[in-house]
């Protein structure tokens, strides 16, 4: 009875090995994107990032539908605004000009319907906001900056559009989250968690 079964568990394992090599997928994407952050409150300080535009590096594999991964890279302007309130009721505001680049690892997951690939990710990866200057001019002198470096979550959805073999589209939404970074010693970090919501387009070249 037992070697009845042999040929319907050979199918099935010939299915699901077909399955992977149709879904499997390994690329490397470019993207442009917008970065919108929040402002928070803490310790006495508001800070306030600017808005900007960034750009993401983007190589994934893809091995089935639920298995999948990603390494990337993005790099944006991150200026960062300052506004406190002293004990003797003065307003103290700066601004310390940045950048900020990012490192993550995602997992993703994804279903491939025709030319289409709708995908969802989660993953994490380390934030370095790095001053553009060494030193913040104010009143009374120049004071120093410092690099900021953050663990930062990251989620996100989009969707891969196939126009060619090996050329398409992605459209995508990544959030980040992390804490706001502390740049100068003129003005304490709200400490505070912020959000940075990054809507993309950019293109994936199938490798």
């Given at each position: 009875?037992?070697?009845?079964?042999?040929?319907?568990?050979?199918?099935?394992?010939?299915?699901?090995?077909?399955?992977?090599?149709?879904?499997?997928?390994?690329?490397?994407?470019?993207?442009?994107?917008?970065?919108?952050?929040?402002?928070?409150?803490?310790?006495?300080?508001?800070?306030?990032?600017?808005?900007?535009?960034?750009?993401?590096?983007?190589?994934?594999?893809?091995?089935?539908?639920?298995?999948?991964?990603?390494?990337?890279?993005?790099?944006?302007?991150?200026?960062?605004?300052?506004?406190?309130?002293?004990?003797?009721?003065?307003?103290?505001?700066?601004?310390?000009?940045?950048?900020?680049?990012?490192?993550?690892?995602?997992?993703?997951?994804?279903?491939?319907?025709?030319?289409?690939?709708?995908?969802?990710?989660?993953?994490?990866?380390?934030?370095?906001?790095?001053?553009?200057?060494?030193?913040?001019?104010?009143?009374?002198?120049?004071?120093?900056?410092?690099?900021?470096?953050?663990?930062?979550?990251?989620?996100?959805?989009?969707?891969?559009?196939?126009?060619?073999?090996?050329l398409g589209v992605?459209?995508?939404?990544?959030?980040?989250?992390?804490?706001?970074?502390?740049?100068?010693?003129?003005?304490?970090?709200?400490?505070?968690?912020t959000h940075t919501?990054?809507?993309?387009?950019?293109?994936?070249?199938?490798?």
């Amino acid at each position: 009875m037992q070697a009845k079964w042999i040929p319907a568990i050979l199918l099935a394992l010939g299915l699901v090995a077909l399955s992977s090599a149709a879904t499997a997928q390994t690329d490397l994407a470019a993207s442009l994107y917008g970065a919108f952050s929040q402002a928070t409150n803490g310790n006495g300080t508001v800070q306030s990032p600017a808005n900007a535009a960034g750009g993401l590096l983007e190589l994934r594999h893809i091995a089935n539908p639920l298995i999948g991964y990603e390494a990337t890279y993005s790099f944006n302007r991150a200026n960062q605004s300052y506004s406190s309130v002293t004990p003797s009721s003065f307003v103290r505001a700066g601004s310390v000009p940045a950048n900020a680049h990012e490192v993550t690892g995602d997992w993703v997951v994804s279903v491939k319907l025709a030319n289409l690939r709708p995908f969802a990710l989660a993953g994490g990866g380390v934030l370095f906001a790095v001053p553009s200057n060494g030193q913040v001019p104010t009143s009374a002198g120049s004071v120093l900056t410092s690099t900021s470096k953050q663990g930062v979550f990251v989620y996100g959805a989009g969707l891969d559009w196939g126009l060619l073999p090996h050329l398409g589209v992605r459209l995508q939404y990544r959030g980040n989250l992390y804490k706001a970074p502390n740049l100068t010693g003129l003005f304490t970090s709200t400490g505070a968690f912020t959000h940075t919501a990054e809507p993309m387009i950019g293109i994936f070249l199938r490798l």
